[in-house]
């Protein structure tokens, strides 16, 4: 069953009071995941301080494996890649290049200090990206992530397209979303992805479902739909990498 959320006020995560414009930077070459990790505590710190502005971070890692908070060691079968033990939420993901992650660092406490509402956006914010591919992407009530519907592999089959993983503290939130656009799909039998092991759901991407689509064209449609979703007023889109 979809999960309804659309009941949350999303507009109230929209623009934080006091707060200057949110930052972009882009990462053109895929970043290591420690140096990420380091890059977020810092930002962090800097924005819980009211010292730096709120950030999207879009990147890429190189292939490896992250384990949230719920994961499970049996979850990882097959070790190809490095894994990192990591304080998001969640449980084991892939990630490699291919793959659009965007780790958003927001005040919370001067927009909504509220984890529900802002996950929900998360979501809203995905599914409005993909739309503009003709994507149609899902919320499900028991599994996490936003899907899509494969009635082509059979009825009741669906493919997850974007895995969300958050952390907050001092309610500014880490980590963030990860949208997969053209990665190698074999990546992902080394695990089980998020814990779901019915053999009905998959994995898929923009790709995979067809659609000659760049990291570049998804980072367009996520600045558009991040303005929908968290508002425009402040906000600053600079061609900046890191």
């Known amino acids: 069953m979809v999960k ?3 009941s949350l006020d999303l507009t109230l995560l929209s623009r934080a009071s006091g707060g200057g414009a949110v930052e972009w930077l882009i990462s053109d ?14 930002r962090v710190a800097g924005i819980a301080a009211h010292e730096a502005p709120e950030l999207v971070w879009l990147l890429e890692h190189p292939p490896l494996y992250t384990s949230g908070t719920s994961g499970k060691a049996g979850d990882l079968l097959d070790p190809r890649f490095p894994m990192f033990t990591t304080g998001r939420g969640g449980q084991l993901t892939y990630h490699g290049p291919g793959q659009r992650v ?29 739309l503009a591919f003709n994507v149609r992407g899902e919320r499900r009530e028991d599994r996490v992530g936003v899907w899509v519907s494969r009635p082509d592999k059979g009825e009741g089959f669906e493919d997850k397209i974007a895995a969300i993983g958050v952390r907050l503290r001092r309610w500014v939130s880490f980590h963030g979303i990860a949208i997969n656009v053209e990665p190698d799909l074999r990546h992902f039998d080394a695990i089980v992805p998020c814990g779901v092991a019915d ?26 739909a991040f303005e929908e979703v968290f508002g425009s007023a402040g906000l600053r889109l600079p061609e900046a990498t890191v």
């Open 29 to 42: 070459t895929p970043v290591p995941y420690p140096e990420a990790i380091a890059v977020m505590e810092a």
């Open 199 to 224: 053999p009905r759901y998959g994995v898929t991407s923009l790709v995979d479902l067809g659609l000659p689509v760049t990291l570049a064209d998804v980072d367009i449609a996520l600045r558009q």
């Open 4 to 6: 309804d959320r659309q």
């Open 102 to 130: 965007a780790y958003v660092m927001l005040d919370l406490k001067r927009r909504q200090p509220d984890v529900r509402a802002f996950v929900a956006s998360l979501e809203e914010w995905i599914i409005r990206t993909l």
